[in-house]
């Protein structure tokens, strides 16, 4: 069974821009998960979703936005990127979510000059 | 809301002696706890997790954690390290209650494995 796949692996983007960032979760998985990674906050919850619909948000501005498709896959988008948004996103996702083990991508990652 | 404490950001070791990664948490509800090992330039993969049950939980890559609820902790050990242990732990604890709470994760420990 292929893994979860996040594409594109590295971005480069300049301050003010706009970033959409795609993951494939795992077949027969419909909760996909979102995290940004950074060695000053760690790893942090951005937001989850299951059916297409959003259940949860974690503390970040309204900047950052996901959506997800009838056929499991998400993306994110971060609008008008600032430094501090450099960072690894990471994507997960599991069968149901809750308790169940989260499978993780490789992540994408941004960096904002 | 949940919490993590990584007690140590880094731990060196030498290899085949044991090593034991501490995690203690606080929540004021139920949680299932996990534990992720991360490889440079890889995502986070899972060794174990808690749900219930049997308080010793077993992992993979011969990893272990004991789930402490008076002392709200879950510390992962392992008897004899490797080389290929070098990497970064995570712990992380998520609400057991239901709901779509995301994993709210540690800090990490580098563990660092010195031939």
């Known amino acids: 069974k292929a893994g979860v796949t996040q594409t594109p692996r590295y971005l480069i983007k300049t301050r003010g821009q706009q970033v959409t960032l795609s993951c494939s979760p795992i077949?027969?998985?419909?909760?996909v998960s979102w995290y940004q990674q950074t060695p000053g906050q760690g790893l942090q919850f951005l937001f989850e979703y299951f059916s297409e619909t959003q259940r949860n948000k974690g503390n970040f501005p309204g900047r950052f936005s996901g959506r997800q498709f009838s056929n499991s896959r998400s993306e994110m988008n971060v609008s008008t990127l600032e430094l501090g948004d450099s960072a690894l996103y990471l994507c997960?996702?599991?069968?149901?979510?809750?308790?169940?083990?989260?499978?993780f991508g490789p992540g994408t990652r941004l960096t904002v000059t | 809301a949940q919490s993590v404490t990584q007690l140590d950001s880094q731990v060196p070791v030498f290899e085949e002696a044991p090593v034991e990664l501490r995690c203690n948490y606080s929540?004021?509800?139920?949680?299932?706890l996990f534990w992720y090992v991360q490889y440079p330039n890889q995502g986070l993969q899972l060794l174990l997790k808690y749900l219930s049950g049997s308080t010793l939980v077993k992992g993979i890559n011969g990893f272990e954690a004991e789930f402490n609820k008076s002392q709200t902790s879950f510390h992962l050990r392992k008897p004899s390290v490797h080389i290929s242990d070098t990497a970064e732990y995570f712990c992380?604890?998520?609400?057991?209650?239901?709901?779509?709470?995301?994993?709210?994760f540690g800090k990490g420990t580098h563990l660092i494995i010195q031939p």
């Open positions: 929540s004021s509800v139920s949680v299932y």
């Open positions: 997960a996702s599991s069968l149901i979510g809750q308790g169940a083990e989260q499978y």
């Open positions: 077949s027969g998985h419909r909760s």
């Open positions: 992380a604890v998520s609400p057991s209650g239901g709901g779509a709470d995301g994993l709210t």
